[in-house]
């Protein structure tokens, strides 16, 4: 199966500041998805993406499709102590199957 | 606003039982997933069901069964439950076109002893 590179796997930080992940893959998808999960629940959709160099945000965090399609980035500005957890990527072509990254864990230090 | 429900939340077997996890969605979507989530693999794919009455396998199916019972609910059994099944399951749904996104249960936490 595939599964996608995600980097850094984990990041702690100083609250206030920003943060960048990133997702690799070695497959076009035509989708991708950035998901938070916190501890002992299920992921949480964060942005979808839909489109080559798309760049959208919610709140705080910004992500974009990278016009390869073979990647993704997710930023997120002026961390807060809830931004705690694991994020994780998602690619989908069909949307029939989702392959994920293995997950940023995020640290905010107050 | 229920969405994707999940049951039981946690469990506890012993080697060689059986059991069945349920899920269901409120979301109409005629997709849906079961995936297991173990540290440091992130989520790997067990069975999908693109539509009703159709089950496909996805990475990981050996040791597990499941049913699409209707369009809202699909239901994942481990028929002889092994220590290696000790994990976090989670199901999710989608529409089944081209650009569209997974949403997700709160998971199953099974531990096989």
């Known amino acids: 199966g595939q599964q996608l590179n995600q980097s850094p796997q984990s990041m702690f930080i100083q609250e206030g500041e920003d943060v960048s992940m990133n997702c690799t893959s070695s497959s076009i998808f035509n989708t991708w998805l950035w998901y938070k999960q916190d501890p002992g629940e299920g992921p949480v959709l964060l942005i979808a993406l839909y489109k080559a160099g798309e760049l959208t945000s919610n709140g705080r965090l910004t992500a974009q499709f990278g016009i390869t399609r073979k990647d993704s980035f997710l930023n997120i500005s002026a961390s807060i102590p809830s931004d705690v957890g694991i994020y994780f990527c998602a690619g989908s072509n069909t949307g029939n199957q989702f392959y994920f990254g293995t997950g940023t864990s995020l640290t905010v230090i107050p | 606003n229920a969405g994707v429900t999940q049951t039981p939340k946690f469990q506890v077997l012993k080697t060689g039982q059986s059991m069945t996890l349920q899920c269901a969605q409120d979301?109409?979507?005629?997709?849906m997933y079961w995936y297991r989530q173990d540290p440091g693999m992130g989520l790997r794919l067990i069975y999908y069901s693109a539509s009703e009455g159709t089950t496909d396998k996805g990475e990981v199916p050996n040791g597990y069964n499941v049913s699409r019972l209707n369009k809202r609910e699909f239901s994942l059994r481990l028929e002889s439950a092994a220590p290696s099944q000790t994990s976090v399951y989670f199901c999710?749904?989608?529409?089944?076109?081209?650009?569209?996104?997974?949403?997700f249960g709160q998971g199953t936490r099974l531990t096989v002893v």
């Open positions: 999710a749904s989608s529409e089944r076109r081209r650009n569209t996104e997974a949403f």
């Open positions: 979301m109409n979507h005629n997709s």
